[in-house]
C-alpha cells in the first residue's frame, strides 16, 4: 500500500525551530516529486515547498523562502521540512504529499497520496 | 485573497447535482492542468480529480471535472449526505514558480 506517515510536529516557541519528517512506503521513493502542504486552524490548504525525486530541485511558497528547507533522503525512503524562525502564523496542521512524477514545478505536480498530517502550534 | 477563486460555500439536497467553479488565469488555469481535491471533517485532503477532468481509481463517476479557457469546474451528481466536505481547486502557476490552491468551497447536503 502507498503510504506517507508525517511525524514531528509539537510546540515551538517563536523564533524557534523544528523538523517535521514524512516517512514514504508502497512505492520507489526516489521516483517521485514530494510536496509539503500546511493548514492553519479553520482555514484552507496552503501548498508550501516541494522537492523533485532526486532532490536537486525545490520550490517553495513566498511566505516561507528563506525561513524553511524542503529535502529528502532518498537510501531512507524521507522527505523533511525543517523550519526556522518560527511564527504564530505558521500553526496549523502540515500534510506531507507524494506526486505522480519524479519532476516538480510543474503541471503535473498535483498531490495524488497525502498523509494524515502532523500538528505544529508556534505560541510563547 | 487565493490566486484562483472559489464559492465559499454551495448547497444543494440528496440526489440534486452541484457545481464548484474555480476561476484562474492565463499564468495558472490557463497554461497547465486543474486538479481537485476533497477533505471530509476532520480528515486529510484527498485527490478527487487530476489533469482536469480525470479520477484516479476508486472515485465514483458521480464526481466530474471540466476546464474551459481559464475556469475550471467539479461537478457532483446525485449528491449523498457523505459527499458534505470542502473541496479545493490546485494548479501550478508558471509567473509564481508555485502551486496554487483556491480558497476551498464548502458543499452543505441539507
Known amino acids: 500500500e502507498v503510504q506517507v506517515v508525517e511525524s514531528g510536529g509539537g510546540l515551538v516557541q517563536p523564533g524557534g525551530s523544528l523538523r517535521l519528517s514524512c516517512a514514504a512506503s508502497g512505492f520507489t521513493f526516489s521516483s517521485y516529486a514530494m510536496t509539503w502542504v500546511r493548514q492553519a486552524p479553520g482555514k484552507g490548504l496552503e501548498w508550501v515547498a516541494a522537492?523533485?525525486?532526486?532532490?536537486?530541485?525545490?520550490y517553495y511558497a513566498d511566505s516561507v523562502k528563506g525561513r524553511f528547507t524542503i529535502s529528502r533522503d532518498n537510501s531512507k525512503n524521507t522527505l523533511y521540512l525543517v523550519m526556522n524562525s518560527l511564527r504564530a502564523v505558521d500553526t496549523g496542521e502540515y500534510y506531507c504529499?507524494?506526486?505522480?512524477?519524479?519532476?516538480?514545478?510543474?503541471?503535473?505536480?498535483?498531490?495524488?497520496?497525502w498523509g494524515k498530517g502532523t500538528t505544529v502550534t508556534v505560541s510563547s | 485573497q487565493s490566486v484562483l477563486t472559489q464559492p465559499p460555500s454551495v448547497s444543494a439536497a440528496p440526489g440534486q447535482n452541484v457545481t464548484i467553479s474555480c476561476s484562474g488565469s492565463?499564468?495558472?488555469?490557463?497554461?497547465?492542468?486543474v486538479s481537485w481535491y476533497q477533505q471530509l471533517p476532520r480528515t486529510a485532503p484527498k485527490l478527487l480529480i487530476y489533469d482536469n477532468s480525470k479520477r484516479p481509481s476508486g472515485v465514483p463517476d458521480r464526481f466530474s471535472g471540466s476546464k474551459s479557457g481559464t475556469s475550471a469546474t467539479l461537478g457532483i451528481t446525485g449528491l449523498q449526505a457523505g459527499d458534505e466536505a470542502d473541496y479545493y481547486c490546485g494548479a501550478w502557476d508558471s509567473s509564481l514558480s508555485a502551486w496554487m490552491f483556491g480558497g476551498g468551497t464548502k458543499l452543505t447536503v441539507l
Open positions: 492565463s499564468s495558472n488555469i490557463g497554461n497547465t492542468y
Open positions: 504529499a507524494k506526486n505522480p512524477i519524479g519532476a516538480a514545478g510543474n503541471g503535473y505536480s498535483f498531490m495524488d497520496v
Open positions: 522537492v523533485s525525486g532526486s532532490g536537486r530541485n525545490t
